[in-house]
């Protein structure tokens, strides 16, 4: 699956994942390789981005995540 972690000013992160878990207004929820597709508002917190060699979180301010045919993309109102 792809990444993109996008804010105002910049491109936070872009790259192949294996997961990534979300703060989702309604409780954090992750996403799997194969997800049905999804909009979704996200709260303060933290992305929990897993790779094959690696685990990275970004902290974000709010923001919509949309998954579609495998590519995620979280436009962040800004991160921590």
Request: proline share 5%; net charge negative.
């Amino acid at each position: 699956m792809t990444l993109e972690i996008l804010t105002p000013d910049k491109k936070v992160f872009e790259g192949e994942v294996t997961s990534v878990t979300v703060p989702g207004t309604m409780g954090s929820f992750q996403i799997l390789r194969d997800h049905a597709p999804i909009i979704s508002t996200l709260e303060d917190g933290p992305v929990i981005i897993k790779t094959k060699e690696s685990e990275e979180t970004f902290v974000i301010k709010g923001g919509v995540v949309e998954v579609l045919k495998n590519k995620i993309i979280v436009l962040a109102e800004g991160i921590v």
